[in-house]
């Protein structure tokens, strides 16, 4: 593929957040200063001080020289966030950067050279995403990651969750469920609004070890979600799926009252929900959603 293949795409991304102007033009430059004969000042002269600024800080970023271990993870974190200066969208291009070169990592062929970078994305970009709230990006860099460096575990879980889509039909059971809790509400006199997905493998992974359960204890693939206006509408919510549904012991948190460290709020439980199915079910307002 041409040069121009990658930051154009690194742009699309950018677009797709809806962020700035100038955030868009970064991402088709990102990378102008460290792999051609244009100079810094010639950005400036041409795009001017900001980007300037956001394009230093990204190549910046680049040459930091990362340890790949648990234990520096946050070290290395506060060092990017360090060199981001004072600002965020330095970070955000990184990401876009790193997200697109993940989603085109199968043309390295050096397997020890893709393993090393898949690393580095899982200890550093997504847990760094996963801190500034950039939740979709983390999501997909974990998975691919996860294929990458536990290509038989991650293969594992997906034909159990194929086994468990066949014994109990349990993805073509999303809307249906979605209506029931709807309705189970709105009885209730609560409007909500309520949407399913499927997990994905790296987040059941981290659960199986979480909870030290084995592959075949595996019974739930799908989640739901439980959007309300306010606060006190959200633990009204809970208390109408836990007196309709048996909740599972032990599974509730409540991140409303104690909020994640990157702001995120709301309440988790699992219950044997609607048609007798094992659901994972979060409860939210529309600002913490956003
Ligand atoms: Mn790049």
Not at 105 to 129: G, H, V
Request: net charge neutral; aromatic share 6%; hydrophobic share 40%.
């Amino acid at each position: 593929e041409p040069y121009i293949a990658h930051p154009l795409s690194v742009a699309a991304i950018l677009a797709d957040l809806r962020l700035d102007l100038e955030s868009i033009v970064t991402g088709l430059l990102h990378d102008t200063v460290e792999d051609t004969y244009v100079t810094l000042e010639d950005v400036r002269r041409e795009f001017g001080d900001t980007v300037a600024l956001l394009v230093d800080g990204v190549t910046k970023i680049s040459q930091i020289k990362f340890r790949n271990s648990v234990e520096k993870q946050g070290e290395n974190i506060r060092k990017m966030i360090v060199s981001m200066g004072k600002d965020v969208r330095v970070v955000l291009v990184k990401l876009a950067d790193r997200l697109h070169n993940m989603r085109t990592i199968d043309f390295i062929s050096n397997q020890e050279k893709k393993k090393r970078i898949a690393l580095e994305t899982l200890e550093l970009y997504a847990p760094l995403s996963e801190r500034i709230g950039m939740q979709q990006i983390k999501t997909e860099l974990q998975d691919i990651c996860f294929g990458i460096l536990n290509p038989d575990i991650r293969e594992s879980i997906v034909q159990r969750f194929k086994s468990i889509e066949l014994e109990s039909g349990q993805n073509k059971l999303i809307p249906q469920i979605i209506n029931e809790l709807q309705k189970t509400l709105e009885v209730q006199g609560l409007k909500a609004e309520v949407s399913g997905r499927k997990k994905t493998p790296y987040s059941t992974w981290m659960k199986m070890k979480q909870k030290n359960i084995s592959i075949e204890q595996l019974s739930d693939i799908i989640a739901f979600r439980v959007i309300v206006n306010n606060v006190e509408n959200c633990y009204r919510a809970l208390g109408i799926i836990h007196t309709t549904y048996k909740m599972i012991p032990d599974t509730f948190q409540d991140f409303i009252s104690t909020p994640k460290n990157n702001g995120y709020q709301s309440l988790h439980t699992v219950v044997i929900g609607p048609l007798l199915q094992k659901v994972e079910i979060q409860i939210r307002t529309y600002k913490m959603h956003d």
